[in-house]
């Protein structure tokens, strides 16, 4: 009964919002927040920390510059998006990379080196990296047989395989049987000197010569 007749059976937000005066805690001298009170518990109004409110201003200013910065401002006067730096750097990078050697070649009109130190260079060439697969004297092992006028590639259309032929496979490699690109290993000169030692070799019978594969050819070289 007491409790009733000191509140007047009002409560906390009737008396802050209609006496004017709002209702103050003894104790630590803060206002009571109005609109609910539970078990005749109560909310003080506590003043929010100093450092605090500093620090949520700070984050609204960095958010309208943000806001700016990023999203607002045409596109190249504001600052670059994670996908821009990324496509920025990528393309840094693209003028960096040593231009592709191959790809100046006009390989149509390449013919087959003869001269005897290309021959040479070739066959060092051919000894060190192809011997493994293509047999001892190109009579094939895992790789087909260069000696006879059977080729996997070339143009079936013309009956020609060319040097052209041989380059492409050599920079493209033939991944799924095995063969790997050689186009960073060997540059376009080494290229044309292993490919006019593997021709110069066409009409050679060299022993346990693996079974013809692919199409018989008219013109090689
Ligand atoms: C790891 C094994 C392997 C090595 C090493 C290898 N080759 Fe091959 N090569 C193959 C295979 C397998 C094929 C057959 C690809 C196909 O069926 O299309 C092939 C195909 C070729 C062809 C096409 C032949 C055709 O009949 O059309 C040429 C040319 C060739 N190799 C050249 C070379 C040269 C030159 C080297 C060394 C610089 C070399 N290969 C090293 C496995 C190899």
């Not at 005749?40 to 100093?50: A, C």
């Not at 040593?98 to 013919?111: G, K, Q, R, Y």
């Not at 080729?151 to 492409?168: A, F, P, Q, R």
Request: glycine share 8%; proline share 5%; hydrophobic share 35%.
């Amino acid at each position: 009964m007491l409790t009733f007749e000191k509140h007047n059976n009002m409560s906390t937000e009737d008396k802050n919002l209609h006496h004017g005066e709002p209702e103050i805690d003894e104790l630590t001298q803060d206002r009571y927040l109005g609109g609910h009170e539970y078990d005749g518990i109560r909310e003080l109004d506590n003043r929010m920390p100093r450092w605090w409110l500093y620090l949520f201003y700070v984050t609204i200013v960095f958010s309208a510059v943000y806001l700016i910065g990023y999203h607002v401002l045409p596109e190249g006067s504001r600052w670059a998006s994670q996908e821009m730096e990324y496509e920025n750097e990528i393309a840094a990078a693209a003028l960096n990379m040593p231009a592709d050697p191959h790809a100046s070649i006009d390989l149509a009109s390449l013919v087959p080196m003869t001269e005897q130190s290309d021959m040479a260079a070739g066959e060092e060439i051919y000894n060190k990296i192809c011997v493994t697969c293509h047999g001892k004297f190109a009579e094939g092992l895992v790789g087909p047989n260069m000696t006879d006028p059977y080729w996997i590639h070339g143009d079936t259309t013309t009956n020609t395989i060319t040097v052209k032929d041989l380059y492409n496979v050599m920079i493209t490699g033939v991944i799924e049987k095995g063969m790997i690109s050689y186009k960073d290993q060997l540059n376009p000169e080494q290229m044309q000197q292993v490919i006019g030692f593997i021709f110069s070799l066409q009409g050679t019978t060299p022993p346990n010569a693996k079974k013809p594969e692919g199409h018989k050819f008219d013109v090689i070289g």
